[in-house]
Nanobody, 121 residues
Framework: QVQLVESGGGLVQAGGSLRLSCAPS????????MNWYRQAPGKQRELVAT???????NYADSVRGRFTISRDNAKNTVSLQMNNLKPEDTAVYYC???????????????WGQGTQVTVSS
C-alpha cells in the first residue's frame, strides 16, 4: 500500500522557518491536487494549503503570505515552506493527495503519518 511520507518538522522559535517535504513510498501513476493539513491539540484538522496539478495554489487565511506550497510533478512530491512561524502554527502537519496508483485504477485518498511542528514563543 502506497503512503505519503512527510519530513522536515521540528522545534523552532517564533519568527523562524521550517520546510516540510512529502513524498510517496512507492510508485504513483497520477496525482490530482496535493494538500497540507494540520491539527493542533484539541482542535479539528484544518486545510492549510493546496496546489493543483497545474500549479495553482490556495492558502488558509491564517498562513497566507507566510507559507508557500510547491510540488514537483515528475517526482510526485510536495513541499511547504513556512516562514515567520508563530506559536499558533504549532500542530501536527499532514500531507494529503488524491492519487491513481496504476493506470485506470480508482482514485484513492492518501495521507501521511504526520510530522510535528512546534513553535516556541
Amino acid at each position: 500500500q502506497v503512503q505519503l511520507v512527510e519530513s522536515g518538522g521540528g522545534l523552532v522559535q517564533a519568527g523562524g522557518s521550517l520546510r516540510l517535504s512529502c513524498a510517496p513510498s512507492g510508485s504513483i501513476f497520477s496525482i490530482k491536487a496535493m494538500n497540507w493539513y494540520r491539527q493542533a491539540p484539541g482542535k479539528q484538522r484544518e486545510l492549510v494549503a493546496t496546489v493543483t496539478s497545474g500549479g495553482n495554489t490556495n492558502y488558509a487565511d491564517s498562513v497566507r503570505g507566510r507559507f508557500t506550497i510547491s510540488r514537483d510533478n515528475a517526482k510526485n512530491t510536495v513541499s511547504l515552506q513556512m516562514n515567520n512561524l508563530k506559536p499558533e502554527d504549532t500542530a501536527v502537519y499532514y500531507c494529503n493527495a488524491e492519487a491513481m496508483l496504476r493506470f485506470l485504477t480508482p482514485w484513492e485518498t492518501l495521507w501521511g503519518q504526520g510530522t510535528q511542528v512546534t513553535v516556541s514563543s
